[in-house]
């Protein structure tokens, strides 16, 4: 498809977000790519690393394609949509080869989902992480999200992210901990392919048992969170929200 490329590279299985125009937002038809890709990592024993990055250098990922919430008409439509959006996220964070987000541009939104799914980050200063849904849409993340979130940033940063609608910039993502390396835009194939390379060269197994055991970690106690979503999601606020937010147009918050 091509707002997914998937193409194997040697050892490496890349998988780009291509819709530039769109900020790379994803459609249903994309995050469904993205779980076939994973299953094809898992599947090919050539493959020894997924890499996933975005088309241009203005996005990452910005997030679902907003147009689809159109449809919601009730709590139940965002909890399916939440457990549509963990299959694919609990895939990712299951691939037993490690994953590599390379980010540019923004990565909010469903973009910050995927890339705390992947086993590490590699980001220019430029990039700008979070999910700003306190001033855009007024709906929430599933308990899986915030539990990823809360396991990278921890709590403090990450209600600092979320409560206040920030972007956190890659130099403070950096420091933070949530990125692995920052490099300047021009340098980024070549300490993409550095870090791959080490990757590469380093035991499957040991690589596989650690990223499985810091997995089994993070989601040992998580509870359930549905009922959050469903009111959330169910909310006249969000209603209000999704239509505004695709006509432009500024939303005045109600609290229910």
């Known amino acids: 498809m091509d707002d997914l490329i998937v193409t194997a590279d040697g050892p490496v299985l890349r998988v780009v977000f291509n819709r530039p125009d769109r900020h790379n937002a994803l459609t249903w038809a994309m995050w469904d790519g993205l779980h076939d890709a994973c299953e094809r990592a898992d599947a090919d024993p050539a493959i020894r690393l997924l890499a996933l990055s975005g088309a241009g250098e203005r996005a990452f990922v910005s997030g679902t394609d907003i147009s689809q919430f159109t449809a919601f008409t009730d709590g139940a439509d965002g909890v399916a949509y939440e457990r549509r959006v963990q299959r694919v996220v609990d895939r ?3 691939v037993r ?3 590599l987000a390379v980010v540019q541009g923004y990565c909010v939104g469903a ?3 995927l890339a705390s799914a992947c086993d590490l980050r590699l980001a220019v200063p430029e990039a700008r992480f979070g999910a700003p849904i306190a001033r855009t849409l007024g709906n929430c993340l599933s308990m899986n999200t915030y539990s990823l979130l809360v396991h990278h940033l921890g709590p403090a940063r990450t209600l600092d992210m979320l ?6 910039t890659g130099e403070e993502a950096h420091a933070a901990g949530y990125v692995a390396e920052l490099c300047e835009p ?3 194939p ?3 392919a550095e870090i791959e390379e080490r990757l590469l060269g380093h035991s499957p197994l040991s690589m ?6 810091v997995r089994r970690l993070r989601t040992a106690n998580l509870p359930n969170g549905d009922d959050l979503v469903t009111e959330v999601f169910g909310s006249t606020d969000f209603r209000t929200a999704v239509a505004a937010f695709l006509a432009k147009q500024e939303v005045t918050w109600q609290g229910h």
């Not at 596989?208 to 055991?213: G, I, S």
């Open 111 to 113: 973009g910050l989902i």
């Open 97 to 99: 080869v490690p994953t």
């Open 92 to 94: 990712l964070e299951s």
């Open 186 to 188: 021009g340098e980024l």
């Open 208 to 213: 596989w048992a650690a990223k499985e055991a």
């Open 163 to 168: 409560l206040r609608a920030r972007l956190y």
């Open 190 to 192: 070549v300490r993409q």
